[in-house]
């Protein structure tokens, strides 16, 4: 039997909901019941009926769906699929930066692990980390991690100072100054979309202007979806050009450079995706007391908005 035809009767079977991020592969996007960015993704599938979550994503984003839906089975089908910016923080470090500075409050991005949650004050994602740094109170100490990029971009928006953990995503790092500068020259007509985890959305010759906007993913198709323009450049992970192009059948989509890769979310897999409907591989445990200490600050990132 076709593969797709098995995953979608033992979803049906096992009472489950396939989730996957915009960084899948596009045959793991298409068997999807729902297509997202991290947190979006765990709180859409906390809110269905299915008693199993089937996350296609690196571990921290399975592990965040667990967290936010306890009652529920949650498998990652590529269990071992890790994360440069989760992997570059762990709890012990943390603690220590804290203890370095008394007093500080620690603003983590998505990207981490449950241990790191749990250390962590409020959780950010992309699209709502200038909200969460704005909610604080003037003159606090705020430790940001784990990604410097997107801290520095958050900075340079908000004005208020913070200090930076030294992680990177090793994948939109390589996005450069010079590589959307030389798009906005070759497509002048075009709106360019960078993602803030990119290394140039620091930097203080690119700023958001007419035609280049600072974007999470989602943010990237909501613009797209409205926007009159014909041409886009994305400059993220580039199988978001699936769903970009599919959602936008008379657009055109230009990766900035096609070795935007995430390797680690190309190792989901259909196969992987049978293996936890069919046998149950790739469950996420999580101990309780952890559990209930990594949704706190995901719960006042969502107070905030
Ligand atoms: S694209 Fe970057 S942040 Fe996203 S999963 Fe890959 S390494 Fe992590």
Redesign the pocket.
């Known amino acids: 039997m076709d593969i797709r035809k098995k995953i979608t009767e033992l979803k049906r079977e096992r009472n489950a909901v396939i989730v996957a ?1 915009y ?1 899948a592969p596009p045959e793991v996007q298409d068997v999807a019941d729902f297509l997202g960015d ?1 947190l979006g993704l765990s709180r859409i599938a906390a809110g269905t009926d299915a008693e199993t979550i089937v996350f296609g ?2 571990h ?2 399975a592990e965040t769906a667990a967290i936010i839906s306890p009652e529920k089975k949650v498998y990652a089908p590529a269990p071992d ?6 992997d570059s923080v762990d709890a012990a470090s943390l603690r220590k930066w804290k203890k370095e500075h008394p007093g500080g409050i620690v603003v983590s991005y998505v ?1 981490t692990t449950a241990a790191v949650k749990a250390e962590t004050d409020y959780c950010c994602t992309s699209a709502n980390a200038v909200k969460v740094v704005e909610s604080l109170p003037e003159g606090c100490e705020i430790l940001f991690g784990p ?1 410097r990029n997107l801290g520095a971009h958050i900075m340079k928006t908000t004005g208020r100072r913070m200090s930076l953990w030294d992680g990177v ?4 790092d390589v996005i450069t100054p010079g590589m959307i500068r030389e798009a906005a020259e070759r497509y002048p007509d075009a709106d360019i979309l960078v993602h803030p ?1 990119a290394s140039c959305s620091s930097s203080e010759d690119i700023l958001s202007g007419d035609n280049i906007f600072f974007y999470s993913t989602a943010g990237m198709l909501a613009h797209a979806r409205k926007s009159e323009k014909k041409r886009f450049v994305i400059a ?2 580039t199988d978001t050009l699936h769903q970009l192009k599919k959602e936008n059948p008379g657009k055109i989509f230009i990766p900035v450079s096609p070795g935007i890769v ?4 190309k190792k989901v897999t259909l196969d992987g995706i049978l293996g936890c409907l069919e046998k149950g591989e790739g469950e996420i445990r999580l101990e309780a007391g952890l559990r209930e200490r990594a949704l706190l600050p995901i719960r006042r990132m969502l107070e905030i908005g």
């Open positions: 991020h960084y991290s994503g690196v921290f984003m699929a890790g994360c440069s910016l989760a990207n990604d995503c090793t994948v939109h985890e993220t992970e995430c390797r680690e979310m």
